[in-house]
């Protein structure tokens, strides 16, 4: 790969793994990095990125009804969803967060 | 632990980590050992037991509309239900399966 390649795929590797600032809405029933320490509430470190944009979107349109999640999507922008998405998804699952980079 | 115990302890490991016969019904949109391979379908090894319990009696009742999951947990009883949920609960979230026992 060229330079210019490597130093796209750096930023979007870098862009991915940012912790949008939204984020500090799930961490309440998901925790800090994706892995629920509340029975009944999901693990989201390491899920599908589609199912996850696809489902907050749901909540947010009512097509799957969830109280907590529509009060937590609702005001959410179609970026803001995406960008959780990426960003849960590329959480290890084991929920200890981001490795350092090596 | 009484011997009594360890031997209900590791009754209970074998029992959960065993396979339910229905799980076959689910590995075609979740693969072999619950990590899918399909864009939008949720991965479910290691996911929280009590929501992948509640996530299936939804889609059964209706309360959680989403017509493939109905067909295939229409027929489920409560019990199928629970056993499947503890089965992918357990389940090591990397999607290898179970592990040997040492």
Redesign the interface.
Known sequence: ATPAADEAGAAAVDEASARPAKAGLCVACHGQYGV?GL?????IA??????LR?SMLRYRSG???HAPMKAVVGGLSDADIAALARYYAQLP??GLGPREKQ
Do not use: F, I, N, W
Request: glycine share 12%; hydrophobic share 0%; net charge negative.
């Open positions: 629920s029975p009944g509430h999901p693990h390491g899920q599908d990125e589609t199912y696809e097509e799957r009804p699952r084991d």
